[in-house]
């Protein structure tokens, strides 16, 4: 902190006179740059958002580095940049799982105005135990935050407002739009149904009353009633995280998957994908689990996948065949009919 503002300070609170203060105000103080989500130092489990306050409006570029991976110069000096969008600056980032160092650059021209530092936690859909302790959690709908967004955006909306209310009527939608853009999108999330999972009495504002399978199994009667009947349960169900494979908003792979199946299954069971799976064939290769048309009636001609053979919910009997039988050759012969 410059002394000249601390002595100023110091007379201020003291009683001083107020001329010191009137001098020190005619030149401009500008706030520096914060991080205004996610806060410093603290763990997120969605790639999402990044919101910088610039604060000082002589930046002409910023740069923002993670871990090592510079952006190209960002152009938010403009006139038109800042009547659309002030002094902030919102990114989806790409952090990488586990600890991101994040570094922001701001420039006015070619002159480097101020550098910020920070390390962000990316824990995919975690339920927090894998998390070090020395980052906290984080929400961007906390009073401080919206605090900043109030000036443009609706931040105290009736129920009405984030209740099945389409478009850009809707309070969510301006922040939230590309949550119903991709190819395949959750039922709540196409009617506009916002406050269903996340209700305005929500603590932190807006969090789910209840948490993954409890929630889902509000809508999702059959599935719960079908689970109830399996004897296995895959680990993900057991441990109630649906959202570990399924988006609870939209994704571009059938049934809001996280990935494509078969690359969902793989991020766990990766030996699977190293080694012989299942039988060599007579040329000494793994049976294949992808690549090729399902050939099983129930495939309906579908690519062979993961869950051509296995529920990846669970089953009667162990690895969750799809026939409810322990007898390996039955499951073969849902293809090869002999």
Not at 96 to 103: E, I, R, V
Not at 116 to 136: A, H, L
Not at 151 to 171: F, G, L, R
Not at 306 to 316: A, E, M, N, Q, T
């Amino acid at each position: 902190m410059p002394d000249r503002f601390s002595q100023l300070f110091f007379q201020l609170r003291a009683g001083g006179v107020l001329l010191p203060l009137l001098l020190f105000f005619a030149t401009p103080v500008f706030a520096g740059l914060s991080l205004i989500y996610p806060e410093p130092s603290s763990f997120v489990t969605q790639s999402r958002h990044l919101i910088l306050k610039l604060g000082n409006p002589e930046i002409t570029t910023v740069i923002v580095t993670v871990n090592g991976v510079a952006s190209d110069p960002l152009p938010v000096g403009t006139v038109e940049y800042r009547r659309a969008f002030r002094d902030f600056l919102i990114l989806q980032p790409l952090w990488d799982k586990g600890k991101n160092q994040l570094l922001v650059d701001t420039f006015a021209g070619e002159k480097r105005l101020e550098s910020f530092k920070s390390e962000i936690y990316y824990s995919p859909n975690s339920d927090g135990s894998d998390i070090p302790k020395e980052f906290r959690s984080t929400a961007l709908h906390r009073p401080e935050a919206e605090r900043e967004c109030t000036p443009c955006h609706n931040m105290k909306p009736t129920e009405k407002q984030v209740s099945d209310v389409p478009d850009k009527d809707n309070a969510c939608y301006l922040c939230h739009k590309r949550m119903g853009t991709q190819k395949f999108v959750h039922g709540p999330v196409s009617t506009y149904s916002c406050a269903y999972c996340h209700p305005l009495s929500g603590k932190p504002k807006y969090a789910t009353i209840k948490r993954e399978t409890k929630l889902c199994f509000d809508c999702h009667v059959e599935k719960q009633k079908q689970l109830k009947g399996f004897k296995f349960l895959h680990g993900p169900i057991a441990a109630d995280l649906c959202e570990v494979c399924h988006d609870p908003h939209s994704s571009d792979n059938p049934d809001q998957l996280r990935q494509p199946i078969n690359k969902l299954c793989l991020s766990c069971h990766e030996q699977v994908g190293k080694g012989v799976h299942v039988v060599a064939v007579g040329d000494g290769t793994s049976h294949p689990i992808g690549g090729k048309t399902d050939p099983a009636e129930r495939g309906k001609g579908r690519e062979l996948s993961c869950v051509s053979c296995h529920d990846p919910h669970g089953g009667k009997v162990r690895y969750y065949f799809v026939t409810g039988d322990d007898n390996k050759m039955e499951l073969c012969q849902m293809c090869h009919k002999k």
